[in-house]
């Protein structure tokens, strides 16, 4: 879970309800959910449009959840105030 430090920041795992909404373009990866020739649309296999037709929808679902989480807390947006010293991981030698 997210959790909040002293200086304001979120950081962690942060989850929305939004979310589960990216589940549904998942289902084209479910292959007898369209394994199917007819019905057909202007003469194209249901196969195929029904693949186009989920382009479509996956990218209105990506879009809704953009436009619905991004106004979460992720950071201030200020300058971050660490120096190089502080972000080194390593051993002093």
Known sequence: MSTAKQDGRVRGFQFSP??????????????????????RLFGMPFFYWFQLAFVVIGVLCTGIVYWATRQKPGSTGGKDELSVDDLDEGEAR
């Open 18 to 39: 939004w979310n589960l909404l990216l589940i549904i373009p998942l289902l084209i990866l479910v292959t007898p959910l369209f394994n199917f020739d007819g019905p």
